[in-house]
């Protein structure tokens, strides 16, 4: 059995929970790479680097209230709610050209495409970066609208993108629209659940 110690002793009694849980929410977030995947698992199968022509880049945000976010247990078997896909596919080379950039202003001396044309992945591990997440407006089990964040793509420092929401019934709107529609319930219930993105379907 656990032992209560002086802490317990000290501690207000209170008939709350384990307080208000505040969830993160569309925008831009400073952040850091915490992986790269040259193979991964999706409902299709296992897929690899070289025939996807994209590796995939795992994320954590590394400033502020939400450092950290999502190295919990929660995403462990859920990569594809933090991640990005770095494609050298032709109709993908002019945002792999614009993220490299990113890349490298962001971690001065850091050649981004030296590392990448090398296979040099191990070298991208614990780059900075600025990303901007999206949402999608998703109905819980239990009948609350939330927003699920999710990253778009890595952006330059003098980039100030708007971040959107997916909605559930179709089409997207401006994050800060949704919220004025919405009111401060939706901001209150914006959350990092089950996400509605799927890695079988990669936009490249």
């Known amino acids: 059995m656990p032992k209560l110690n002086e802490t317990f002793d000290n501690a207000q009694e209170s008939t709350a929970g384990g307080g208000e849980f505040k969830r993160m929410e569309p925008g831009v977030y400073e952040c850091i790479i915490v992986g790269i995947d040259t193979e991964w698992e999706t409902r299709a199968g296992l897929q690899k680097a070289e025939e996807r022509q994209c590796v995939r880049v795992r994320l954590d945000v590394a400033e502020g209230e939400f450092a950290g976010e999502f190295s919990r247990d929660f995403y462990v078997d859920k990569p594809w709610m ?37 296979d040099q992945w191990m070298l991208f591990i614990g780059k900075r970066c600025r990303v901007l997440w999206n949402g999608s407006e998703r109905t819980s089990d239990r009948g609350y609208v939330n927003v699920n964040v999710r990253p778009d793509r890595i952006i330059c420092a003098d ?45 490249f």
């Open 82 to 118: 933090r991640s990005i896909f770095m494609s050298w596919s032709e109709r993908a080379l002019g945002m792999l050209k614009h993220t490299l950039k990113a890349l490298d202003e962001a971690n001065p001396g850091f050649d981004s495409r030296a590392a990448f044309e090398a």
């Open 159 to 203: 980039e100030n993108p708007e971040p959107k929401v997916e909605l559930e019934r179709g089409g997207t709107v401006k994050w800060s629209d949704y919220q004025q529609v919405n009111g401060q319930q939706s901001t209150a219930q914006a959350a990092t659940g089950a996400a509605a993105y799927s890695e079988d379907s990669i936009p």
